[in-house]
């Protein structure tokens, strides 16, 4: 039987102003986790293990009247991995915390620097108001999209009578 206990902490932070045009806005926030491990019981190996994860992210932006851009980086950290819970032979990896020490190349605690989100999304594209187009890295939500009636591509379809091209509902 696998037991997990799973603490999370966060820290909000106020919001900028942000409806003067053109001004930049500085964005950050720290999460941080702790995980305690106790996989079921092997033959060898440490099958109770605690470690420590933690993001980092910090970014800007800037919003004007034909475009908005943002950067913005994270630090993924993780922290006090156990190396004594990978089992030799069949059992191999007991519990996330070896997988991370692992996939770090053995090292109890590893964390790495990358772009999280670096865009440039224009605004009224196409000729049609309230269309845009985002180009870069940047966060993506599946179902979170126009539905499509909505969609400025469709709408420049119908536009060109080409509203047969798009199956109706």
Known sequence: MAQAVILTAGCALEAQDTDAPGALVLTRSIRDR???WHWFTPASGTNKNAFDGNTVR???SQ?????DWM???EVPILLNLPAGAVAPGVQVQLGVGASYFLGNDKSMDAAMLFAKQLFVRFHDVFGVGGGTL???RFEFFDGAEVGLE???????LDDEGVEDAIDSE
Do not use: H, P, S, T
């Not at 919003?63 to 475009?67: E, G, L, S, T, V």
């Not at 909505?150 to 420049?156: G, K």
């Open 34 to 36: 702790i995980e305690n």
């Open 134 to 136: 985002q180009l870069g």
């Open 150 to 156: 909505r969609c400025c591509f469709r709408v420049w």
């Open 71 to 73: 950067f913005e980086i």
């Open 63 to 67: 919003k004007r009247k034909a475009f």
């Open 58 to 60: 910090r970014g800007v």
